[in-house]
């Protein structure tokens, strides 16, 4: 019988974790099943509002008089009313149904709680860490100069490359003294970059005026030829280009920039390439679709979320960089009470990234790593890539839909166009659409607005979602704008 945890003893009681454990393992390998057979809803309650109230309450005043059956209902409650990223019709955001060993790899960071500050806090997952950094600095084809960190997520990874690149372009000095200090500094980013680069810019004192923006082209990638001009008309107000930042993929669209041409124009100017590449780097896993990243290998630095294309829990994220200096080059400071204990400063993983406290990321990539290998993982992203494919042609097909653009990645943004609608009204039947659909609790898709135009947008990441899923798709949207 379940008891309340009455002291400090019962509470790390390991009869109790073990018998929960047990609870808890059995109740969500039953919910994997009954996401993955479509027996939930994919999004259980989209009114904010009418969540709210079951979860206000006042906090707890003791102990739970049956703790285990306690922990175990408020489980049940949370699954209920969560999204369920492991439904076929979950075509939503850039976030990954992740595979089920991960999330128990997910567990062990739990109960270890290892610190990945400094490496007597953390020893063996520093060096997990470490390897895999070099694995992944290997498939991007960099030599052993190169290396890199883990962080809380691609904000971050933005964040921590481009404080790298101000700092080698102004010589430190607007780490130290302030950006003030020089000429005004600019960075140059695709009009549908990421929105953390320029929070980025905002947060290293640029100023969104210091954020030239690059119009893209018929795909939605970079343009190439407009870098040139944004380049020069740059330099021309003033500013000091302090980095290029590309995009691999775009969120908005899943374009992948023009990664070659782009890095030969850094290099010939000695410029820093910075490459967003959170949700495409992965693509390097897969032999089908690796070429999409060409000229990857001419980064200064890349940003690569492991928790999208391959499919683990968030958060953990790699913050490449293709010359090992440059990864110390983001934060200039001294703590010795927690650095400079030992003689090998590589080890001490706060010395790079914005956390003190970090967590073991890079443990579930490598365990995945061990259990797949990079042909199993890169599986998952030709599937993915593959889905997206066969989707547009299955939008080709529909005289009543509209393709944006030819995918590069699992992306696509499309909409329904149905005979006799003024253009004027076929924004609010994308919005109304879409706002049924989650209504149906059948799929879960997100919109976007490209210039002047709504689009419907899905991210096709789940293992479970077939062309028959997405064919029931369009049929259901037919059957909602018609109601």
């Known amino acids: 019988m379940s008891k309340p945890a009455r002291n400090a003893d019962d509470a790390y009681d390991p009869k109790f974790f073990r018998r929960t454990g ?38 707890p005043a003791g102990p739970a008089a049956r703790a285990e059956d306690t922990f175990l209902k408020r489980v049940e409650e949370l699954i209920a009313e969560s999204t369920h990223l492991h439904h076929p019709g979950y075509i939503a955001h850039q976030v990954a149904p992740p595979l089920p060993v991960a999330a128990l790899a997910d567990l062990l960071q739990g109960v270890l709680n290892q610190s990945l500050a400094v490496y007597e806090m953390s020893p063996a997952a520093t060096h997990i860490e470490r390897q895999t950094v070099r694995w992944l600095c290997a498939l991007v084809s960099w030599d052993q100069d190169s290396d890199g960190v883990f962080t809380s997520g691609g904000s971050l990874g933005n964040l921590t490359g481009l404080l790298a690149a101000r700092n080698q372009a102004t010589n430190g000095a607007a780490w130290e003294r302030g950006v003030g200090a020089g000429p005004r500094l600019a960075i140059l980013a695709c009009e549908n970059a990421h929105y953390s680069v320029a929070r980025a810019a905002g947060i290293l004192g640029l100023g969104q005026k210091g954020v030239v923006r690059v119009p893209v082209d018929a795909r939605y990638a970079m343009d190439f030829g407009a870098l040139e001009k944004a380049y020069v008309r740059a330099v021309a107000d003033g500013h000091q280009v302090v980095a290029v930042v590309a995009s691999a993929a775009s969120t908005a669209t899943g374009s992948f920039d023009p990664l070659r041409r782009i890095g030969e124009f850094c290099r010939e100017r000695g410029v820093w390439l910075h490459v967003d590449g959170a949700h495409g780097a992965s693509v390097l896993f897969s032999e089908k679709y690796r070429h999409l990243a060409d000229g990857l290998e001419l980064a200064d630095s890349i940003v690569w ?70 042909s199993g993982l890169g599986e998952l992203v030709t599937r993915a890539l593959d889905l997206g494919r066969a989707f547009a042609a299955i939008l080709r097909a529909q005289p009543d ?11 696509l943004c499309f909409r329904y166009r149905p005979a006799g609608v003024t253009p004027e009204a076929l924004n609010e039947l994308q919005t109304r659409v879409r706002r049924q659909v989650l209504e149906s609790g059948e799929f879960f898709l997100v919109q976007t607005r490209l210039g002047d135009a709504v689009y419907l947008r899905t991210t096709l990441m789940n293992v479970h979602t ?17 109601s």
């Open 305 to 374: 979320d492991a928790h999208k294309l391959l499919y683990l829990p968030s958060l953990a994220t790699a913050v490449l960089f293709r010359r090992r200096e440059a990864s110390y080059a983001a934060f200039q400071q001294h703590a010795s009470y927690l650095f400079d204990r030992h003689n090998e400063p590589d080890m001490d993983l706060a010395r790079r990234t914005v956390e003190c406290t970090k967590r073991m990321m890079a443990w579930k990539l490598w365990i995945a790593w061990q259990l797949y290998g990079t």
């Open 401 to 411: 839909f509209e393709l944006l653009t030819e995918p590069m990645a699992n992306i």
């Open 466 to 482: 077939t062309e028959d899923d997405l064919r029931r798709l369009l049929d259901l949207i037919r059957g909602l704008a018609a």
């Open 22 to 59: 047990h609870r808890l393992v059995d109740l969500l390998a039953d919910y994997l099943a009954a996401a993955r057979e479509r027996r939930l809803p994919v999004l259980p309650e989209p009114d904010p509002r009418a969540l709210a109230p079951r979860y206000q309450a006042a906090a």
